[in-house]
């Protein structure tokens, strides 16, 4: 049997332009979450240890601030992911069809429930 990946994560994310970290939460197919600059909002699905989904970036702070644009460079931004769900980690990767030249990882870890 499977374990659900239904629990609370930080998640560290990085494309050739920049890395980024926030939190994420996993419930019953919704991913809840943000940073300092952004909120993360989506959804995703659970088929064995495979997670695939998509997650929209929205800012909510520092608009204009050169240190605090997105990873892809522009926002809004909407990421289709794929990944890898195993003891308490996620590892996806995916991309934004706004820059489709641009790939995104990431890694999120289980800190609690």
């Given amino acids: 049997m499977t ?5 609370f994560y930080t ?8 890395k980024a970290h926030g ?4 419930q019953d197919g919704q991913i809840r979450g943000g940073d300092s600059t952004f909120v ?3 959804s995703y699905i659970q088929d064995g ?3 695939s989904g998509s997650v929209r970036g929205i800012r ?9 644009v997105s990873i892809f460079g522009i926002d809004p931004v ?13 590892s996806i990767e995916g991309g934004a ?6 790939s995104l990882r990431g890694l999120l870890t289980r800190i609690g429930d």
């Fill in 49 to 51: 240890v495979t997670v």
């Fill in 40 to 42: 993360y909002v989506g």
């Fill in 97 to 102: 069809r706004e820059t489709p030249s641009l």
């Fill in 60 to 68: 909510h702070a520092n608009a204009g601030h050169p240190d605090h």
């Fill in 78 to 90: 909407e990421v289709a992911f794929d990944g890898v769900a195993k003891d308490g980690y996620v």
């Fill in 3 to 7: 374990d659900s990946v239904r629990g």
């Fill in 11 to 18: 998640a560290a994310f990085e494309t050739a332009r920049k």
């Fill in 23 to 26: 939190v994420v939460m996993l």
